[in-house]
């Protein structure tokens, strides 16, 4: 009996380290992911801050590639949308692409309203997930910037609703 007890008391006693280190692990990952997300959302802001985007109450920079064709089919749908919500929107260029791509690809789709448009910061853009898919758009309010860029092309009512989900969750003071 006793070394039953002893042998259950070993068990135990394994069960609660493999236990305390998944809690310590999980505390751990979870510090790394917080330290992530600081280090992503600051990115986001650099990419902002570099290309000039407002910073007024409602703001909207959307990063356009045309090597997603969508992208530049769809930018006057989704910027005229974006305005229309009472969005100021700027557009900036995925810097990877030579600018000698970016012209023909403006000649070709019709969209010269783009000749313009600033690379982004490619480290800053890379860190804050805006490579991830095109376009992609970061949200803008009060000075601040959401951590977490919109990526893709939306339908009209999906796209309304995310940037008024984003809105919303950055209330100005």
Same mark, same amino acid.
């Given at each position: 009996?006793?070394?039953?007890?002893?042998?259950?008391?070993?068990?135990?006693?394994?069960?609660?380290?493999?236990?305390?280190?998944?809690? $310590?692990?999980?505390?751990?990952? =979870?510090?790394? /992911?917080? %330290?992530?997300? #600081? @280090?992503?959302?600051? *990115?986001? &802001?650099?990419?902002?801050?570099?290309?000039?985007?407002?910073?007024?109450?409602?703001?909207?920079?959307?990063?356009?590639?045309?090597?997603?064709?969508?992208?530049?089919?769809?930018?006057?749908?989704?910027?005229?949308?974006?305005?229309?919500?009472?969005?100021?929107?700027?557009?900036?260029?995925?810097?990877?692409?030579?600018?000698?791509?970016?012209?023909?690809? $403006?000649?070709?789709?019709?969209? =010269?309203?783009? /000749?313009? %448009?600033?690379? #982004? @910061?490619?480290?800053? *853009?890379? &860190?804050?997930?805006?490579?991830?898919?095109?376009?992609?758009?970061?949200?803008?309010?009060?000075?601040?910037?959401?951590?977490?860029?919109?990526?893709?092309?939306?339908?009209?009512?999906?796209?309304?609703?995310?940037?008024?989900?984003?809105?919303?969750?950055?209330?100005?003071?």
């Amino acid at each position: 009996m006793a070394l039953i007890g002893f042998e259950s008391g070993i068990v135990g006693g394994w069960r609660t380290l493999r236990a305390c280190v998944r809690l $310590l692990s999980m505390a751990a990952a =979870a510090t790394v /992911a917080q %330290a992530g997300e #600081v @280090d992503s959302a600051q *990115a986001c &802001r650099v990419v902002w801050t570099a290309v000039g985007a407002p910073t007024g109450r409602d703001a909207l920079l959307v990063v356009l590639s045309p090597r997603m064709p969508y992208a530049l089919q769809e930018w006057p749908r989704m910027r005229d949308a974006a305005a229309a919500d009472g969005f100021q929107v700027t557009a900036g260029r995925d810097p990877r692409v030579p600018l000698a791509e970016w012209e023909a690809a $403006l000649v070709a789709s019709g969209r =010269a309203d783009l /000749a313009t %448009a600033p690379a #982004v @910061d490619a480290e800053a *853009a890379a &860190r804050c997930g805006l490579f991830n898919h095109f376009p992609s758009a970061l949200v803008g309010r009060c000075g601040r910037v959401h951590p977490w860029p919109i990526l893709g092309v939306m339908p009209g009512a999906a796209w309304h609703e995310i940037l008024r989900q984003r809105r919303e969750s950055m209330p100005c003071p």
